[in-house]
């Protein structure tokens, strides 16, 4: 799975003001060709469960303007659109030479990877 990529995908979607919560933000990227791409590939609810991981990476380190609440049943994700750093880390993500030396300071600087290291090495690579 291309963490980058759905890194992207999430923010994206969540810049779009009509997306207000989690499961908005699940039903408007559901169509999106990377989705489509990785639901033949994987199973619904591994994809959503890493959408929500980074949804929720994003809202704690205030990339995306939201809030979680926790009920007995699911969490409720509240989104409110990007911070000024989400929109940083979008643009990043969005151009090209941008991205290519991002990716490169991303493997050079991690072994892995991962959903929750995406957020910590935007971070670095932007200070």
């Known amino acids: 799975m291309d963490y980058f990529n759905l890194y992207k995908v999430v923010l994206e979607a969540c810049d779009n003001p009509s997306v207000t919560d989690g499961q908005e933000l699940i039903d408007i990227i559901s169509t999106h060709p990377y989705i489509l791409e990785l639901r033949e590939k994987?199973?619904?609810?591994?994809?959503i469960s890493k959408i929500i991981q980074i949804l929720e990476n994003c809202i704690d380190d205030n990339v995306i303007?939201?809030?979680?609440?926790?009920?007995?049943?699911?969490?409720?994700?509240?989104?409110?659109?990007?911070?000024?750093s989400g929109h940083l880390y979008l643009k990043t993500?969005?151009?090209?030479s941008s991205f290519?030396?991002?990716?490169n300071f991303a493997k050079n600087t991690s072994?892995?990877?991962?959903?929750?290291?995406?957020?910590?090495?935007?971070?670095?690579?932007?200070?």
């Open 42 to 47: 994987y199973e619904d609810d591994l994809i």
């Open 65 to 84: 303007k939201g809030d979680c609440f926790i009920n007995m049943d699911n969490n409720f994700h509240r989104i409110s659109g990007l911070t000024t």
């Open 93 to 96: 993500l969005s151009n090209n």
């Open 100 to 103: 290519s030396k991002f990716k």
């Open 111 to 127: 072994s892995k990877i991962t959903v929750d290291s995406l957020g910590y090495l935007l971070r670095n690579y932007l200070q």
